[in-house]
């Protein structure tokens, strides 16, 4: 089996979930920044990290998404602020999902990464801060080991 690791990030943390994948993946395995990913055709698994930007995917990621070919095995990997598994975070993954042609999802994980302190000073700043900025100081320190083992599990099992 042909794997493709993709992901994008901006500060680290998605790329720490990518970097794992890339380690717990058997097999002939590529990983590639969103930015110089080729087409997935050619490959079996795609794995494809984004992190989380106005509650959905980053827009590199969601454009990838939506060039995936259909009938692939896809495996879904994100980080955000706001808490893991809160509605915040499962809505953007099913949101991921949905640019999708009829793929077959072998698994998802997401986990909280630590926001850059500007942009937390920004959104606090605005006349509506969003919802996700409570969950920001337990962010802190994510992804942490506890997060990357769960992960290797995951990918382990697939
Ligand atoms: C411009 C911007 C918008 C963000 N919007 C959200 C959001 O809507 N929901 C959320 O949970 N986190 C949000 N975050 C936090 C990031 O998704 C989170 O810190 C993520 O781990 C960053 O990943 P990276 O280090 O791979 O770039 C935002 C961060 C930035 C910079």
């Given at each position: 089996m042909k794997s493709l690791i993709v992901y994008s990030s901006q500060t680290g943390n998605t790329k720490k979930l990518a970097d794992v994948c890339h380690d717990t993946l058997t097999g002939d395995t590529d990983i590639y920044h969103v930015n110089e990913a080729p087409e997935?055709?050619?490959?079996?698994l795609i794995a494809v990290g984004f992190w989380l930007q106005q509650g959905k995917p980053d827009p590199l990621s969601m454009d990838y998404l939506s060039r995936i070919p259909k009938g692939k095995k896809i495996f879904l990997f994100a980080t955000h602020a706001?808490?893991?598994?809160?509605d915040h975070a499962t809505q953007a993954m099913d949101y991921a999902v949905t640019?999708?042609?009829?793929?077959?999802?072998v698994g998802t994980f997401s986990c909280q990464g630590e926001a850059n302190p500007k942009i937390l000073e920004k959104a606090k700043g605005k006349p509506q801060p969003p919802a996700w900025l409570k969950d920001a100081p337990q962010?802190?320190?994510?992804?942490?080991t506890a997060d990357m083992n769960a992960l290797k599990q995951m990918i382990k099992n697939i």
């Open positions: 997935p055709d050619s490959y079996d706001a808490a893991k598994g809160s640019l999708l042609k009829e793929p077959t999802i962010a802190v320190g994510h992804p942490d």
